[in-house]
């Protein structure tokens, strides 16, 4: 089965000034994401993993021009879209929606339920007036909420509830790619499941795009086909799911894989802990950026920067996989 | 579809219960609907005045045919006074109009968008909250002719910044919401996030500022009708007053001037302990 | 400290401009004829067409506009209808009046304003702060004529300590001590006029700025540290209120011009409120139009010294 690519990262950077002099120039910048390249599958789930500062947020809403990128390209279906500007970008929102991670805030409080899944489609004049309605109600349903809710007001529900909806917003205008930006992490975990579910079955029966952007390997592990892993702005890692989990390659991967929790106690590794903290993503170490954390660092690591280097569609950048390029 | 509000109504009951519990919010409250209920009822409780009464009639102390004495030109003063609440609710209504109509979009502009815009806006604003208006508002007066709208454009043009800088700071907090940012992921257009979604999440304080902005009105209204900058047709307050003091018996007959002084104290005072009452019931913080 | 010198200068410069702009838009774009703005509709003809010709009314809007602000910055600012001398003259002799009863009241209103404001909302809520609320509300809202006039009535007439208005008693011919033990009472009460209401008004905003500062996280960090509670109020919260609190000072500034006309007025205090009260009755546009640039100007310049102050205060600020 050939399989289609819709959308194409390339080089992507998002930098943000930290300080300017007294002519307004800028004088350092916040590297939060630095040269990111993908690309993304119809039909597939890409997870993002990374912890806190590591940029994985920021390239979910460079992708949606929420954050203008600094440098690099996205291209949706061929077509450039990091330049796109007024109603042409207006017009392209409708294929990639983003589901976000605090329930509580990305709701509109004072509108509906029902409201904030119809004035989508209104403003996008996609469907007729009365068919949004009933396209509101549907997709209620499809999240597992009742008709009836369309009334009501968010802060009358729960956070998973809250989540379903922010769910059904998205859906709404009926996107090709829907980004998933930590959207389960403020849910218990029980609760959790259930959305995750949730977004399995609906991407089965909708043909979804995910990318799924999350601090928690497990999570990733469930819905992915193909992980990236990131590090304070830059791929350490990706591969497709069997592959990472089967033959971890960068350290930082393996210590990730080795914090999940695993209930066979026979089955159980050493866990792995990291050194230190994160550096700031404003002054990242020279050389690799994980060697201050990394506890297979070499002295060249510090040094020199590694590249992206690609085996057979399993990328690393590590020096310890630094071969000769075929 | 139906919308019914009922779920809101719990929102709305916690914040009418807040309000109830700050007395002086509650005071103003009473004294705003005495201010409209007197304006409305006026026909009723006092015929108006107009041209000149009996000489017998002039400067007479309070008496129980002349509630409020006589003025000047032997007319009643107290239905003066009651005639004059209506004038003071058309100014202070319209002043809000004008002061809501340009402050609102330039502090919502410049809240969301922030960058130039706000600079620009906010640059202006500053001018205008720096500079002595009641002076800029005496040329004004004194140029473009002293009818009881343009006095009260006058002061509109000149309040829109109190409501333009408060629009701003609601608009920036609220435009850093998630769920504006889901607006905008959503490609909703700027304009009906900025006049919808921005607007009706930040109109609390915007509603708290025109109220007491409606007090500041009448203020300046006052002082330039007693400077003689006002209507000469429509007898304010502050008209009363000016009559007052250039009667030269300000003082001797001191009836003349209480009254509407009193009546412009109440007026004030009403609305500015509702405006305060509305800034403690609406701000969740406090209602700790 | 320099810079922010700088950047205060240019918005004060901006800010003038703008306000002499306005002077200029409001009597040249009003309907009917511009002449009678600037030009004594009682003069001679002959005279009057010279002065066309000196004013450039006949030229286009634009070239008016630039001879206005040339003629400002040499200091000319138009001749009185009224008094047939130049504008500039006049205002100098009546400013330092106003600017001495402003300024007076404003350290008076900032020097009782603050304490009060500070334990209103310290001691919020509390009987103490509702009182202090309610009168300065009431304070704020009392039309400033008829109290002055009250003022006037019971310690001018009925308790006759203070003069009946002026600025100085006409005709005394006594200097130094003396003269200035005159000029002060007849000082007193209008600034007592002016100081209620504008003390009820800083009073009050003090407080509301105290009250959000009061709410911050450090203040209670502060306490739960066992600071002393008097420490805790003046070092960490009123440092940090007093930023808004003196800029509020300068825009106070401003809005206390208007509340020195009505004083003015009332008082017969020869400043330049007055001035203005006079100047509106007799239609003498160009002492109108030279009184607001000049009040402008000081006000401005107060407000450049309030950031100026501001700047000082700020910790932040300081180490840029």
Same mark, same amino acid.
């Given at each position: 089965?050939?399989?289609?690519?819709?959308?194409?990262?390339? /080089?992507?950077?998002?930098?943000?000034?930290?300080?300017?002099?007294?002519?307004?120039q800028?004088?350092?910048?916040?590297?939060?994401?630095?040269?990111?390249?993908?690309?993304?599958?119809?039909?597939?789930?890409?997870?993002?993993?990374?912890e806190?500062g590591?940029?994985?947020s920021?390239?979910?809403r460079?992708?949606?021009?929420?954050?203008e990128?600094?440098?690099?390209?996205?291209f949706?279906?061929?077509? /450039?879209?990091t $330049?796109?500007?007024?109603?042409?970008?207006?017009?392209?929102?409708?294929?990639?929606?983003?589901?976000?991670?605090?329930?509580?805030?990305?709701?509109?409080?004072?509108i509906?339920?029902?409201?904030?899944?119809?004035?989508?489609?209104?403003?996008?004049?996609i469907?007729?007036?009365?068919?949004?309605?009933?396209?509101?109600?549907?997709?209620?349903?499809?999240?597992?909420?009742?008709?009836?809710?369309y009334?009501?007001?968010?802060? $009358?529900f729960?956070?998973?509830?809250?989540?379903?909806?922010?769910?059904a917003?998205?859906?709404?205008?009926?996107?090709?790619?829907?980004?998933?930006?930590?959207?389960?992490?403020?849910l218990?975990?029980?609760?959790?499941?259930?959305? @995750?579910?949730?977004f399995? +079955?609906?991407?089965?029966?909708?043909g979804?795009?995910?990318?799924?952007?999350?601090?928690?390997?497990?999570?990733?592990?469930?819905?992915?086909?193909?992980?990236? =892993?990131?590090?304070?702005g830059?791929?350490? $890692?990706?591969?497709?799911? $069997?592959?990472?989990?089967?033959?971890?390659?960068?350290?930082?991967t393996?210590?990730?894989?080795?914090?999940?929790?695993?209930?066979?106690?026979?089955?159980?590794?050493?866990?792995?802990?990291?050194?230190?903290?994160?550096?700031?993503?404003?002054?990242?170490?020279?050389?690799?950026?994980?060697?201050?954390?990394?506890?297979?660092?070499?002295d060249?690591?510090?040094?020199?920067?590694?590249?992206?280097? /690609?085996?057979?569609?399993?990328q690393?950048?590590?020096?310890l996989?630094?071969?000769?390029?075929? | 579809?139906?919308?019914?509000?009922s779920?809101?109504?719990?929102?709305?009951?916690?914040?009418?219960?807040? *309000?109830?519990?700050?007395?002086?919010?509650?005071?103003?409250?009473?004294?705003?609907?005495?201010?409209?209920?007197?304006?409305i009822f006026?026909?009723? @409780?006092?015929?108006?005045?107009?041209?000149?009464g009996? =000489?017998?009639?002039?400067?007479?102390?309070?008496?129980?045919?002349?509630?409020?004495?006589?003025?000047?030109?032997?007319?009643d003063? *107290?239905?003066?006074?009651?005639?004059?609440?209506?004038?003071?609710?058309?100014?202070?209504?319209?002043? &809000?109009?004008?002061?809501?109509l340009?402050?609102i979009?330039?502090?919502?502009?410049?809240?969301?968008?922030?960058?130039?815009?706000?600079t620009?806006?906010?640059?202006?604003?500053?001018?205008?909250?720096?500079?002595?208006?009641?002076?800029?508002?005496?040329?004004?007066?004194?140029?473009?002719?002293s009818?009881?709208?343009? &006095?009260a454009?006058?002061?509109?043009?000149?309040?829109?910044?109190?409501i333009?800088?408060?629009?701003r700071?609601?608009?920036?907090?609220?435009?850093?919401?998630?769920?504006?940012?889901?607006a905008?992921?959503?490609?909703?257009?700027?304009?009906?996030?900025?006049?919808?979604?921005?607007?009706? /999440?930040?109109?609390?304080?915007?509603?708290?500022?025109?109220?007491?902005?409606?007090?500041?009105?009448?203020?300046?209204?006052?002082?330039?009708?007693f400077l003689?900058?006002?209507d000469?047709?429509?007898?304010s307050?502050?008209?009363i007053?000016?009559?007052?003091?250039?009667?030269?018996?300000?003082?001797?007959?001191?009836?003349?001037?209480?009254?509407?002084s009193?009546?412009i104290? *109440?007026f004030?005072?009403?609305f500015?302990?509702?405006?305060?009452?509305?800034?403690?019931?609406?701000?969740?913080?406090?209602?700790? | 400290?320099?810079?922010?010198?700088?950047?205060?200068?240019?918005?004060?410069?901006?800010?003038?401009?703008?306000?002499?702009s306005?002077?200029?838009?409001?009597?040249?774009?009003m309907?009917?004829?511009?002449?009678?703005?600037?030009?004594?509709?009682?003069?001679?003809e002959?005279a009057?067409?010279?002065?066309?010709?000196?004013?450039?009314?006949?030229?286009?809007?634009i070239?008016?506009?630039?001879?206005?602000?040339?003629?400002l910055?040499?200091?000319?600012?138009?001749?009185?209808?009224?008094?047939?001398?130049?504008?500039?003259?006049?205002?100098r002799?009546?400013?330092? %009046?106003t600017?001495?009863?402003m300024?007076?009241?404003?350290?008076?209103?900032?020097?009782?304003?603050?304490?009060?404001?500070?334990?209103?909302?310290y001691?919020r809520?509390?009987?103490?702060?509702?009182?202090?609320?309610?009168?300065s509300?009431?304070g704020?809202?009392?039309?400033i004529?008829?109290?002055?006039?009250?003022?006037?009535?019971f310690?001018?007439?009925?308790?006759?300590?203070?003069?009946?208005?002026?600025?100085?008693?006409p005709?005394?011919?006594?200097?130094?001590?003396?003269?200035?033990l005159?000029?002060?009472?007849?000082?007193?009460?209008?600034?007592?006029?002016?100081?209620?209401?504008?003390?009820?008004?800083?009073?009050? *905003?003090?407080?509301?700025?105290?009250? +959000?500062?009061?709410?911050?996280?450090?203040?209670?960090?502060?306490?739960?540290?066992?600071?002393?509670?008097?420490?805790?109020? %003046?070092?960490?919260g009123?440092?940090?209120?007093?930023?808004?609190?003196?800029?509020?000072?300068?825009?106070l500034?401003?809005?206390?011009?208007?509340?020195?006309?009505?004083t003015?007025?009332?008082?017969?205090?020869?400043?330049?409120?007055r001035?203005?009260? +006079?100047?509106?009755?007799?239609?003498d546009?160009?002492?109108?139009?030279?009184?607001?640039?000049?009040?402008?100007?000081s006000?401005?310049?107060?407000n450049i010294?309030?950031?100026?102050?501001?700047?000082?205060?700020?910790?932040?600020?300081?180490?840029?």
């Amino acid at each position: 089965m050939k399989k289609q690519k819709i959308l194409e990262v390339k /080089n992507l950077k998002t930098y943000f000034p930290l300080k300017r002099n007294y002519f307004g120039q800028v004088t350092n910048y916040t590297k939060a994401v630095d040269d990111v390249s993908f690309d993304l599958y119809k039909g597939e789930v890409l997870g993002i993993v990374g912890e806190t500062g590591s940029g994985k947020s920021t390239i979910g809403r460079s992708l949606l021009r929420l954050v203008e990128p600094t440098g690099g390209s996205i291209f949706y279906r061929g077509e /450039n879209i990091t $330049e796109m500007k007024g109603e042409k970008l207006r017009k392209i929102r409708k294929n990639i929606q983003m589901i976000f991670q605090d329930p509580f805030a990305s709701l509109n409080p004072r509108i509906s339920i029902g409201e904030c899944i119809v004035e989508p489609m209104k403003e996008h004049a996609i469907y007729r007036k009365s068919d949004c309605f009933q396209r509101a109600l549907m997709l209620l349903e499809k999240v597992g909420l009742d008709k009836d809710y369309y009334i009501r007001y968010p802060h $009358e529900f729960s956070g998973g509830q809250r989540q379903r909806v922010g769910i059904a917003r998205a859906l709404a205008l009926d996107p090709e790619i829907i980004i998933a930006d930590e959207a389960v992490s403020s849910l218990d975990v029980s609760v959790q499941a259930q959305i @995750i579910n949730l977004f399995s +079955d609906l991407q089965q029966e909708l043909g979804l795009t995910y990318i799924f952007i999350a601090h928690d390997l497990s999570v990733v592990k469930f819905v992915s086909n193909s992980i990236i =892993v990131i590090y304070l702005g830059e791929i350490m $890692e990706i591969a497709n799911k $069997e592959d990472l989990f089967n033959q971890p390659l960068h350290p930082y991967t393996q210590a990730l894989i080795s914090a999940i929790p695993v209930p066979d106690p026979n089955k159980r590794g050493r866990r792995i802990i990291l050194k230190g903290e994160i550096p700031s993503p404003a002054h990242p170490p020279t050389g690799c950026k994980f060697s201050t954390r990394c506890f297979k660092a070499m002295d060249v690591c510090h040094e020199i920067h590694p590249d992206l280097v /690609n085996f057979d569609n399993h990328q690393v950048r590590c020096h310890l996989y630094q071969k000769k390029e075929e | 579809m139906n919308k019914f509000r009922s779920y809101q109504q719990g929102k709305w009951l916690r914040i009418g219960q807040s *309000f109830f519990e700050h007395r002086l919010g509650v005071i103003g409250l009473i004294g705003v609907i005495v201010v409209f209920l007197i304006a409305i009822f006026a026909p009723f @409780i006092a015929t108006p005045v107009s041209g000149y009464g009996e =000489v017998k009639d002039i400067l007479n102390s309070p008496s129980l045919e002349h509630i409020f004495g006589t003025d000047a030109l032997g007319l009643d003063l *107290f239905s003066q006074v009651i005639w004059g609440t209506r004038i003071s609710l058309q100014v202070g209504f319209l002043v &809000v109009l004008i002061a809501a109509l340009v402050g609102i979009p330039i502090g919502l502009f410049s809240g969301y968008y922030g960058g130039w815009v706000s600079t620009l806006g906010m640059g202006l604003t500053n001018v205008f909250l720096t500079l002595p208006l009641l002076p800029l508002m005496i040329i004004a007066a004194a140029v473009l002719g002293s009818n009881i709208n343009n &006095v009260a454009l006058i002061i509109g043009l000149f309040s829109w910044p109190q409501i333009a800088r408060i629009t701003r700071a609601a608009a920036a907090e609220v435009t850093g919401m998630q769920y504006i940012e889901a607006a905008k992921s959503l490609g909703i257009r700027a304009n009906r996030i900025i006049f919808h979604h921005v607007l009706v /999440n930040a109109s609390a304080p915007i509603l708290v500022n025109l109220t007491i902005v409606v007090a500041t009105a009448i203020i300046s209204e006052s002082a330039l009708s007693f400077l003689g900058l006002g209507d000469p047709l429509t007898w304010s307050w502050g008209k009363i007053l000016h009559n007052a003091h250039r009667s030269g018996a300000f003082i001797s007959s001191w009836w003349f001037s209480l009254f509407p002084s009193l009546a412009i104290t *109440f007026f004030v005072v009403s609305f500015n302990f509702l405006g305060m009452g509305m800034r403690e019931a609406l701000n969740p913080r406090l209602r700790e | 400290m320099f810079k922010v010198l700088q950047k205060q200068l240019i918005k004060g410069f901006i800010t003038f401009f703008i306000a002499v702009s306005i002077t200029f838009l409001i009597l040249r774009l009003m309907p009917g004829d511009p002449t009678t703005m600037l030009i004594d509709p009682r003069m001679s003809e002959a005279a009057r067409q010279r002065l066309l010709i000196d004013f450039g009314l006949d030229k286009p809007l634009i070239t008016q506009y630039f001879l206005y602000l040339k003629q400002l910055f040499c200091g000319n600012l138009g001749v009185s209808f009224v008094f047939r001398t130049p504008v500039s003259e006049i205002i100098r002799e009546r400013l330092p %009046w106003t600017l001495a009863l402003m300024g007076i009241t404003q350290i008076i209103t900032m020097s009782i304003g603050i304490p009060l404001g500070v334990m209103a909302a310290y001691k919020r809520g509390k009987l103490v702060d509702q009182i202090i609320n309610a009168l300065s509300i009431l304070g704020m809202s009392i039309f400033i004529p008829w109290l002055g006039i009250m003022l006037l009535f019971f310690f001018g007439y009925i308790l006759p300590i203070f003069p009946v208005g002026g600025g100085y008693t006409p005709g005394l011919s006594v200097s130094g001590w003396g003269y200035f033990l005159d000029v002060g009472m007849h000082f007193i009460l209008p600034v007592l006029t002016l100081t209620i209401i504008y003390l009820a008004n800083y009073t009050l *905003f003090t407080r509301a700025s105290m009250v +959000d500062v009061l709410n911050e996280d450090y203040i209670r960090t502060a306490r739960s540290k066992g600071m002393e509670e008097k420490r805790v109020i %003046w070092n960490h919260g009123a440092r940090n209120a007093m930023i808004s609190t003196v800029t509020m000072a300068g825009m106070l500034f401003g809005r206390m011009v208007g509340g020195a006309v009505l004083t003015e007025t009332v008082y017969a205090y020869p400043g330049v409120g007055r001035m203005i009260y +006079d100047a509106v009755g007799q239609q003498d546009f160009p002492l109108l139009q030279g009184s607001f640039i000049v009040l402008a100007l000081s006000v401005i310049v107060m407000n450049i010294v309030a950031d100026l102050i501001c700047a000082y205060l700020n910790p932040r600020m300081k180490m840029e």
